[in-house]
T-cell receptor, first 111, second 115 residues
Framework: DAKTTQPPSMDCAEGRAANLPCNHS???????VYWYRQIHSQGPQYIIHGLKNNETNEMASLIITEDRKSSTLILPHATLRDTAVYYCIVRVMEYGNKLVFGAGTILRVKS | SAVISQKPSRDICQRGTSLTIQCQVDSQVTMMFWYRQQPGQSLTLIATANQGSEATYESGFVIDKFPISRPNLTFSTLTVSNMSPEDSSIYLC????????????FGQGTRLTVV
């Protein structure tokens, strides 16, 4: 089973920051948080991952709380092309480091 | 990053037949996985394709229904056997190094419709 909880859907205005929350209260100390997204009819696309420090790349920023029980993915300037299902995944050692997908959050970016 | 090619991209098949899906990677990879995504659902892991040995299947998936081959470090196949309409799904190949701190990459998927 997935170790994460995400809201089923969110809306965001085009050009605004999209902040997608994720709860992972049972995360262990050496387990990473990964974010992927899936645009309709395509394979999942890697966005970012982190352990405990905040991370930023060309696509997004990842903010992980100090207790590591939750995180937020930030798309700084959402565009219509960012409309997708966003998956927050904890990579679990007991699962052999496999990626176990939850239901994800449907992000709708609106003009 | 790895470039993954899946074939076919889509197919419509008759019930009772089998379809073999191919996954080709442009570099050698340690781990290859097969996922299923049923209509409107999230991804479910079918199995880990092990090079040179039998695949490791997740609960609810069996080798007779989903035989998998992995002859080398860049190629794998998944066969969906004796298909029924319930097998209509997107089947996705994924690759990664298996480490906790490395990202996995996904193919574009094979959209299978069984009629």
């Amino acid at each position: 089973d997935a170790k994460t909880t995400q809201p089923p859907s969110m809306d965001c205005a085009e050009g605004r920051a999209a902040n997608l929350p994720c709860n992972h209260s049972t995360i262990s100390g050496n387990e990473y948080v990964y974010w992927y997204r899936q645009i309709h009819s395509q394979g999942p696309q890697y966005i970012i991952h982190g352990l405990k420090n905040n991370e930023t790349n060309e696509m997004a920023s990842l903010i992980i709380t100090e207790d590591r029980k939750s995180s937020t993915l930030i798309l700084p300037h959402a565009t219509l092309r960012d409309t997708a299902v966003y998956y927050c995944i904890v990579r679990v050692m007991e699962y052999g480091n496999k990626l176990v997908f939850g239901a994800g959050t449907i992000l709708r970016v609106k003009s | 990053s790895a470039v993954i090619s899946q074939k076919p991209s889509r197919d419509i098949c008759q019930r009772g037949t089998s379809l073999t899906i191919q996954c080709q990677v442009d570099s050698q990879v340690t781990m290859m996985f097969w996922y299923r995504q049923q209509p409107g659902q999230s991804l479910t892991l079918i199995a880990t394709a092990n090079q040179g040995s039998e695949a490791t299947y997740e609960s609810g998936f069996v080798i007779d229904k989903f035989p998998i081959s992995r002859p080398n470090l860049t190629f794998s196949t998944l066969t969906v056997s004796n298909m029924s309409p319930e097998d209509s799904s997107i089947y996705l190949c994924s690759v990664d190094s298996g480490g906790m701190n490395t990202e996995a990459f996904f193919g574009q998927g094979t959209r299978l419709t069984v009629v």
